[in-house]
């Protein structure tokens, strides 16, 4: 069973669309084992978004993930990395296709995108350690399992 970060973004704080989002995960049959609502440091967010530190959109997006509160989430389930990314479509509304997360909930171009998903094992592995330790996350069994992942 794969694990990812998911991070509903300031815009989907504001925006009031956590319970949309959440709910699509559940309706996938994907499961939460993990959840804080927080503030991102500019030194968390350093270390999160470290790959992009070169980029020109890197201090706007540092500003964006810690100008207000995140839900910070662990998700479990089959394939769920790529799970959770085919949900949250590409990364701008613009680009995403309708049906999908962004494309569905998204607004402005190249600004804002409600979302980020791990966009692989290792990269899960990393980002969830940066947000939570081994003990904030509760595994559990889950009722549908059986009707979700049949053995
Ligand atoms: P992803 O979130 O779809 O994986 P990445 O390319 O990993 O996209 O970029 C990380 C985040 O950086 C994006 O989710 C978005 O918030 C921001 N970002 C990426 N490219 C741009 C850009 O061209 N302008 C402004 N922000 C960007
Ligand atoms: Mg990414």
Redesign the pocket.
Known sequence: MQRTLIIL?PDAVQRQLMGQIITRFEQRGLQMIACKFMRITPDLAAKH?AE?VE?P?YP??VK?MTSDPVLVMVWQGDDVIAAARKM?G??FANNAEPGTIRGDLGSAP??Y?LI??S?SAESAAREIKLFFGEDEICDYDMATADWIRPK
Do not use: I, P, S
């Open positions: 973004k978004y992009h980029k959109f706007g997006l964006y949250m590409a990364t190249n600004t995108n980020h998903g966009d």
